[in-house]
């Protein structure tokens, strides 16, 4: 039995080029006149027994298993959609069934979890064989197109079953039942089978057309409109072999869609053997999931000689596939698609693979994925897109080549179609800054009229673009629409009264350009008819200025499908508010949800309400709380009028039935009417604050209610990482050592959503996902955006380190709590751990040289985007030697630890002859920083400062390095004696350590390399770099890897320099070298 519907749906899939020739005209026109947009190459499942059905329990498999074995009842089902999908432009693909409850959230057509029909069985009225929803209809969400058989009829038979398949499979493919006792759609008790009539037929393909060539058989180029069919050796496709990011020919599979249109229908390809190639190579032809085609493979050599074949060898759709070890010497492959059937399962889709083994890198998984009929509606160009470096698959990519009216790219009519009332292409919004125009004429047909047009915008990733569309005339002006649904997938608007002839163009945008959800694939249908789409007014309201919440009530007088809108007046509001309508049903329980925001017109998937009584409550919420003005709203909806499920005759079913009128419903306050529902005119008020949100749902309601069931559905996956961030704000004074500071004159850091704090977080999954701030700062203001950026104001007067913490969510899960830190004012504090410690000095010595963006975490302490000397003297400045411990025996950072820390302070203070501090190595306290502090520190090193001292550096004499020339090759050796024996480096470890970096060439400027055996290190400079070495050495006592040539050569005596000198800079070389693994 066939639902009435107001309007039709507007999905279809089908790719087309952005111009090409027409093929012979052909009306698409439904009886009353609509031009119908929907898709009908569909996927089908049978649910398990158990799944949900409108409260019921699916029975399907339980009732016909009584009748026949479950492999001939569910063949004479999908047989029932193939004997009218062989008719017209469709196909019926069988998948899986993942138990998922009937109505479950989730897009009209291509949900992975369930086919696009699903069939199931529930208790109905005993006289009625089994209901369905027609794919001509606005119902959004995943009730399109599911049947439902009903488990009190008396089925006696495979023919019974088989004739109600047949009936309800044309209603699902939007034919109306009728008075003819030889139609299929004719209903009879006892059920009859009855084939689709000759006026059947023509009534399918007037609204989905002849069954047309696929893509690869094109118009040919004289203007005829001739196609140039691909079939035979001479004709065949030409298939281009792929590569992935590696960039080696042949690395990733070549992939086709086709179809075998007829059962004389032949398709031939050809492919050439990347390069020499020779090896292993498989052919896959695969029908199962897309569609109910026995497919035939055949493999040619260049020569035309058979190589290899397979055949279907069941009915369900199949996957066949040829697999050939080597390929000799051919350079070409041909490839034949066909069909061994002449009955109806020698027609329909297909996809077709090629695999060249041995240099391919696409896991199968991913192939099949790309090749399941999903991407159907791609050509092969955008299919070889999958296996590039992109993270993100852009389909048709304009590179900005119409982002405007005038450069607005035109469309051609889509095939089989009457000139100028179908356009379809596949596009996609690349960046922020995208948006996509088009051109298309309005038709010249006057009977009947085809004045109102509709547009739909189908996002093609789940969770991907949310779309906004602009309409302009022939002279740039807005155009006015109607929303018909927005959310869930799907924008579709529509225009009455358009004017024959005139040129069109439509705009394809992000609907928050430079926020979240403005990048992605979309498909794009504009088709004409004759009809207006009407949407009722349910209800209408104010809300906000102190009203949280408005009541309205509903009553359901039978099972309906529902679709429903939520409109909101446009309003000045100061933080991001939303409008959320909840139907709660009379226990108390909500049922469903659909939300707004102010000046938009919102939607999700059609909802299934059980006879009863309902109430509508609507709510305003803010991001931050705060009083939302007036803002007027209305509720807007249609349902499906007849009955869907229930048995009438059942008074607890039909709690509105008025036992002595039949066709009439008795609801509350002496209200009798043939209408299935009602609204109730009475509204009651809720003032104060709206009902609690917890921040997940209060930030999807805001951010991401478009996708709603994206979230709902979907919700098994991996939280965001959320990852510390570090900020630096300047000041106007100059942070002391003892964190002192003056000024007053602090300014406002301001960071963008690209610096922000989620621009270092991941999603596993790679979708989009938001900031919840869970601590605030300290020593300031903050407001911070969801999409990252924020603002901090500091306290007046503060200097030194604030934070906060936040969670990523993802509209699923929240993150662990990430810490952004922001140090304000000049400081060292390089790590942002709140000290200036050793480890900072560290981060400078690394960063020394960067220069123009370098940040605070390279080191640079005073803004100038250079880590120098200036930002050293910062870090001295604010060392805390006041800390310190004297004498400190090694510990010059007075952490209460003798560490690597510390040799950098002895290190940095080498040679300071007299007035030396503790916290610039001088260990003893002798005023100076010399050997005798490198050995205490030696001594203690891993131990507690104040550690007595046990040993004492002792170097036997070497030649000096002034008596060699600089421009000579010297080498100096010293043996292990020579060398201080510490925890840091003993013989042992030379012996271990030092072998794992022989020969190993250090970065300029010092251009030298050692090498060492067992106790003995052998140290050869290269020639001319004596002076660079010493250059380097006297001037800082230290040396970094990347800054090459920055201190004078003369600025030392070679004379005054020692042997021990030397091998402390050896011992130095080494330090430098392993710094990342002794201080962490």
Same mark, same amino acid.
């Given at each position: 039995?066939?639902?009435?519907?107001?309007?039709?749906?507007?999905?279809?899939?089908?790719?087309?080029?952005?111009?090409?020739?027409?093929?012979?005209?052909?009306?698409?026109?439904?009886?009353?006149?609509?031009?119908?947009?929907?898709?009908?190459?569909?996927?089908?499942?049978?649910?398990?027994?158990?799944?949900?059905?409108?409260?019921?329990?699916?029975?399907?498999?339980?009732?016909?298993?009584?009748?026949?074995?479950?492999?001939?009842?569910?063949?004479?089902?999908?047989?029932?959609?193939?004997?009218?999908?062989?008719?017209?432009?469709?196909?019926?693909?069988?998948?899986?069934?993942?138990?998922?409850?009937? !109505?479950?959230?989730?897009?009209?057509?291509?949900?992975?979890?369930?086919?696009?029909?699903?069939?199931?069985?529930?208790?109905?009225?005993?006289?009625?064989?089994?209901?369905?929803?027609?794919?001509?209809?606005?119902?959004?969400?995943?009730?399109?197109?599911?049947?439902?058989?009903?488990?009190?009829?008396?089925?006696?038979?495979?023919?019974?079953?088989?004739?109600?398949?047949?009936?309800?499979?044309?209603?699902?493919?939007?034919?109306?039942?009728?008075?003819?006792?030889?139609?299929?759609?004719?209903?009879?008790?006892?059920?009859?089978?009855?084939?689709?009539?000759?006026?059947?037929?023509?009534?399918?393909?007037?609204?989905?057309?002849?069954?047309?060539?696929?893509?690869?058989?094109?118009?040919?180029?004289?203007?005829?409109?001739?196609?140039?069919?691909?079939?035979?050796?001479?004709?065949?496709?030409?298939?281009?072999?792929?590569?992935?990011?590696?960039?080696?020919?042949?690395?990733?599979?070549?992939?086709?869609?086709?179809?075998?249109?007829?059962?004389?229908?032949?398709?031939?390809?050809?492919?050439?053997?990347?390069?020499?190639?020779?090896?292993?190579?498989?052919?896959?032809?695969?029908?199962?999931?897309?569609?109910?085609?026995?497919?035939?493979?055949?493999?040619?050599?260049?020569?035309?000689?058979?190589?290899?074949?397979?055949?279907?060898?069941?009915?369900?759709?199949?996957?066949?596939?040829?697999?050939?070890?080597?390929?000799?010497?051919?350079?070409?492959?041909?490839?034949?698609?066909?069909?061994?059937?002449?009955?109806?399962?020698?027609?329909?889709?297909?996809?077709?693979?090629?695999?060249?083994?041995?240099?391919?890198?696409?896991?199968?998984?991913?192939?099949?994925?790309?090749?399941?009929?999903?991407?159907?509606?791609?050509?092969?160009?955008?299919?070889?897109?999958?296996?590039?470096?992109?993270?993100?698959?852009?389909?048709?990519?304009?590179?900005?080549?119409?982002?405007?009216?005038?450069?607005?790219?035109?469309?051609?009519?889509?095939?089989?179609?009457?000139?100028?009332?179908?356009?379809?292409?596949?596009?996609?919004?690349?960046?922020?800054?995208?948006?996509?125009?088009?051109?298309?004429?309005?038709?010249?047909?006057?009977?009947?009229?085809?004045?109102?047009?509709?547009?739909?915008?189908?996002?093609?990733?789940? !969770?991907?673009?949310?779309?906004?569309?602009?309409?302009?005339?022939?002279?740039?002006?807005?155009?006015?629409?109607?929303?018909?649904?927005?959310?869930?997938?799907?924008?579709?608007?529509?225009?009455?009264?358009?004017?024959?002839?005139?040129?069109?163009?439509?705009?394809?945008?992000?609907?928050?350009?430079?926020?979240?959800?403005?990048?992605?694939?979309?498909?794009?249908?504009?088709?004409?008819?004759?009809?207006?789409?009407?949407?009722?007014?349910?209800?209408?309201?104010?809300?906000?200025?102190?009203?949280?919440?408005?009541?309205?009530?509903?009553?359901?007088?039978?099972?309906?499908?529902?679709?429903?809108?939520?409109?909101?007046?446009?309003?000045?509001?100061?933080?991001?508010?939303?409008?959320?309508?909840?139907?709660?049903?009379?226990?108390?329980?909500?049922?469903?949800?659909?939300?707004?925001?102010?000046?938009?017109?919102?939607?999700?998937?059609?909802?299934?309400?059980?006879?009863?009584?309902?109430?509508?409550?609507?709510?305003?919420?803010?991001?931050?709380?705060?009083?939302?003005?007036?803002?007027?709203?209305?509720?807007? !909806?249609?349902?499906?009028?007849?009955?869907?499920?229930?048995?009438?005759?059942?008074?607890?079913?039909?709690?509105?039935?008025?036992?002595?009128?039949?066709?009439?419903?008795?609801?509350?306050?002496?209200?009798?009417?043939?209408?299935?529902?009602?609204?109730?005119?009475?509204?009651?008020?809720?003032?104060?604050?709206?009902?609690?949100?917890?921040?997940?749902?209060?930030?999807?309601?805001?951010?991401?209610?478009?996708?709603?069931?994206?979230?709902?559905?979907?919700?098994?996956?991996?939280?965001?990482?959320?990852?510390?961030?570090?900020?630096?704000?300047?000041?106007?004074?100059?942070?002391?050592?003892?964190?002192?500071?003056?000024?007053?004159?602090?300014?406002?850091?301001?960071?963008?959503?690209?610096?922000?704090?989620?621009?270092?977080?991941?999603?596993?999954?790679?979708?989009?996902?938001?900031?919840?701030?869970?601590?605030?700062?300290?020593?300031?203001?903050?407001?911070?955006?969801?999409?990252?950026?924020?603002?901090?104001?500091?306290?007046?007067?503060?200097?030194?380190?604030?934070?906060?913490?936040?969670?990523?969510?993802?509209?699923?899960?929240?993150?662990?709590?990430?810490?952004?830190?922001?140090?304000?004012?000049?400081?060292?504090?390089?790590?942002?751990? !709140?000290?200036?410690?050793?480890?900072?000095?560290?981060?400078?010595?690394?960063?020394?040289?960067?220069?123009?963006?370098?940040?605070?975490?390279?080191?640079?302490?005073?803004?100038?985007?250079?880590?120098?000397?200036?930002?050293?003297?910062?870090?001295?400045?604010?060392?805390?030697?006041?800390?310190?411990?004297?004498?400190?025996?090694?510990?010059?950072?007075?952490?209460?630890?003798?560490?690597?820390?510390?040799?950098?302070?002895?290190?940095?203070?080498?040679?300071?002859?007299?007035?030396?501090?503790?916290?610039?190595?001088?260990?003893?306290?002798?005023?100076?920083?010399?050997?005798?502090?490198?050995?205490?520190?030696?001594?203690?090193?891993?131990?507690?400062?104040?550690?007595?001292?046990?040993?004492?550096?002792? /170097?036997?004499?070497?030649?000096?390095?002034?008596?060699?020339?600089?421009?000579?090759?010297?080498?100096?050796?010293?043996?292990?004696?020579?060398?201080?024996?510490?925890?840091?480096?003993?013989?042992?470890?030379?012996?271990?350590?030092?072998?794992?970096?022989?020969?190993?060439?250090?970065?300029?400027?010092?251009?030298?390399?050692?090498?060492?055996?067992?106790?003995?290190?052998?140290?050869?400079?290269?020639?001319?770099?004596?002076?660079?070495?010493?250059?380097?050495?006297?001037?800082?006592?230290?040396?970094?890897?990347?800054?090459?040539?920055?201190?004078?050569?003369?600025?030392?005596?070679?004379?005054?320099?020692?042997?021990?000198?030397? /091998?402390?800079?050896?011992?130095?070389?080494?330090?430098?070298?392993?710094?990342?693994?002794?201080?962490?």
């Amino acid at each position: 039995m066939r639902r009435r519907i107001q309007h039709l749906d507007s999905k279809r899939r089908h790719a087309v080029q952005l111009s090409f020739e027409t093929l012979e005209p052909r009306a698409m026109l439904d009886a009353a006149g609509f031009l119908t947009g929907v898709d009908v190459h569909l996927t089908l499942s049978f649910a398990a027994d158990g799944t949900q059905i409108a409260g019921q329990s699916n029975a399907l498999a339980a009732k016909f298993d009584s009748i026949a074995p479950e492999a001939e009842w569910k063949e004479v089902i999908l047989r029932a959609f193939q004997d009218w999908a062989v008719n017209t432009n469709a196909d019926i693909g069988v998948v899986t069934d993942g138990g998922q409850s009937f !109505g479950s959230g989730g897009a009209s057509q291509g949900d992975s979890r369930f086919g696009d029909i699903r069939i199931g069985a529930i208790a109905m009225a005993p006289n009625t064989g089994g209901v369905s929803v027609p794919t001509d209809g606005r119902v959004s969400g995943t009730w399109f197109a599911d049947v439902i058989f009903n488990t009190a009829f008396d089925y006696q038979s495979l023919d019974d079953i088989y004739a109600i398949a047949l009936h309800e499979a044309g209603n699902v493919f939007g034919l109306d039942d009728n008075n003819d006792p030889n139609s299929p759609l004719h209903t009879s008790i006892p059920p009859e089978v009855h084939f689709p009539t000759a006026n059947d037929i023509a009534n399918l393909q007037a609204l989905h057309g002849i069954r047309a060539p696929d893509l690869n058989e094109v118009p040919d180029s004289g203007g005829g409109g001739n196609q140039t069919d691909n079939d035979s050796f001479a004709n065949a496709t030409q298939l281009d072999t792929n590569e992935t990011a590696s960039l080696i020919n042949g690395s990733a599979p070549s992939i086709v869609y086709g179809d075998i249109t007829s059962q004389t229908d032949l398709d031939f390809f050809v492919i050439d053997t990347p390069g020499n190639y020779t090896g292993p190579t498989t052919f896959q032809l695969r029908s199962q999931g897309i569609s109910l085609l026995a497919p035939h493979l055949t493999i040619y050599d260049n020569n035309h000689q058979l190589l290899g074949e397979a055949m279907a060898t069941q009915r369900t759709g199949d996957l066949v596939s040829v697999h050939l070890p080597t390929l000799g010497s051919t350079d070409k492959i041909f490839i034949k698609v066909s069909s061994d059937n002449t009955d109806v399962y020698g027609v329909g889709g297909y996809s077709l693979v090629v695999t060249f083994d041995s240099r391919n890198e696409i896991d199968q998984a991913t192939i099949d994925a790309i090749a399941g009929g999903a991407f159907r509606f791609l050509n092969s160009e955008d299919l070889s897109k999958f296996f590039d470096a992109d993270d993100q698959e852009l389909f048709n990519d304009d590179m900005h080549t119409n982002d405007s009216s005038s450069e607005a790219t035109e469309l051609e009519t889509s095939p089989g179609y009457v000139q100028h009332t179908r356009y379809d292409v596949v596009g996609s919004i690349a960046d922020p800054f995208d948006s996509d125009f088009y051109t298309i004429k309005a038709p010249v047909v006057a009977d009947p009229l085809l004045n109102v047009m509709t547009i739909l915008i189908r996002s093609i990733d789940a !969770g991907g673009l949310i779309p906004a569309i602009s309409l302009l005339d022939e002279d740039d002006l807005a155009v006015p629409f109607e929303v018909l649904s927005n959310g869930g997938g799907d924008l579709i608007v529509q225009v009455a009264d358009v004017t024959p002839r005139n040129d069109y163009r439509i705009e394809v945008k992000a609907a928050t350009p430079g926020a979240l959800f403005d990048k992605g694939n979309y498909e794009l249908t504009v088709f004409f008819g004759s009809q207006t789409t009407v949407l009722n007014t349910l209800a209408s309201a104010a809300i906000g200025n102190g009203v949280a919440q408005r009541t309205h009530t509903l009553y359901v007088g039978k099972p309906q499908l529902f679709h429903f809108l939520l409109q909101a007046d446009l309003a000045a509001t100061t933080s991001p508010t939303a409008l959320l309508a909840t139907i709660v049903d009379d226990q108390g329980t909500p049922v469903y949800q659909f939300a707004t925001r102010p000046g938009e017109t919102h939607s999700r998937e059609a909802v299934l309400l059980e006879p009863g009584s309902y109430t509508v409550a609507v709510s305003v919420y803010t991001l931050d709380g705060s009083t939302p003005p007036e803002i007027n709203y209305k509720v807007k !909806g249609l349902a499906i009028s007849d009955p869907f499920v229930g048995d009438p005759n059942d008074p607890t079913a039909n709690p509105f039935a008025c036992p002595e009128m039949p066709g009439f419903f008795c609801y509350p306050g002496d209200v009798i009417s043939p209408d299935p529902f009602l609204w109730d005119d009475f509204i009651s008020t809720l003032s104060g604050d709206p009902p609690p949100l917890g921040s997940g749902p209060l930030t999807t309601l805001l951010f991401g209610d478009w996708w709603t069931w994206v979230w709902n559905e979907f919700g098994s996956n991996g939280p965001a990482f959320a990852q510390d961030d570090t900020y630096h704000t300047p000041t106007e004074g100059t942070l002391s050592a003892s964190g002192t500071f003056q000024s007053n004159q602090l300014s406002a850091l301001t960071v963008g959503s690209v610096q922000g704090i989620l621009g270092n977080d991941i999603d596993p999954e790679g979708g989009q996902f938001i900031a919840l701030l869970v601590s605030d700062v300290s020593h300031g203001t903050l407001q911070l955006d969801v999409d990252g950026g924020f603002t901090y104001t500091p306290n007046p007067g503060y200097v030194g380190m604030d934070t906060f913490t936040y969670k990523t969510f993802d509209f699923i899960d929240e993150s662990a709590p990430g810490t952004a830190r922001i140090v304000v004012g000049i400081s060292a504090d390089f790590d942002a751990d !709140g000290a200036v410690s050793g480890r900072d000095f560290l981060t400078w010595q690394r960063g020394f040289g960067k220069a123009p963006d370098a940040q605070l975490t390279d080191g640079d302490a005073d803004f100038d985007g250079g880590v120098g000397f200036s930002d050293l003297a910062v870090w001295k400045a604010q060392y805390p030697d006041s800390l310190t411990p004297t004498p400190s025996n090694g510990d010059a950072d007075g952490d209460g630890d003798v560490d690597g820390r510390d040799f950098l302070a002895w290190q940095r203070g080498y040679g300071i002859a007299n007035g030396a501090q503790a916290a610039d190595g001088d260990s003893n306290a002798d005023g100076t920083v010399d050997a005798e502090d490198l050995s205490l520190w030696q001594t203690n090193y891993g131990g507690t400062s104040g550690a007595e001292l046990s040993s004492a550096l002792t /170097v036997e004499n070497t030649p000096s390095v002034a008596l060699v020339s600089k421009n000579q090759l010297a080498t100096l050796t010293v043996q292990s004696g020579q060398i201080p024996v510490t925890p840091l480096l003993s013989t042992d470890q030379l012996q271990t350590l030092f072998p794992l970096r022989s020969a190993k060439t250090l970065q300029k400027p010092l251009e030298q390399w050692h090498t060492s055996q067992p106790a003995l290190l052998t140290y050869i400079p290269h020639p001319n770099s004596l002076d660079r070495i010493f250059s380097e050495y006297a001037s800082q006592r230290n040396f970094s890897t990347r800054s090459p040539g920055k201190h004078a050569h003369n600025s030392y005596n070679m004379a005054e320099v020692s042997s021990l000198d030397l /091998v402390d800079h050896v011992f130095s070389l080494w330090m430098q070298d392993q710094r990342k693994e002794l201080f962490p």
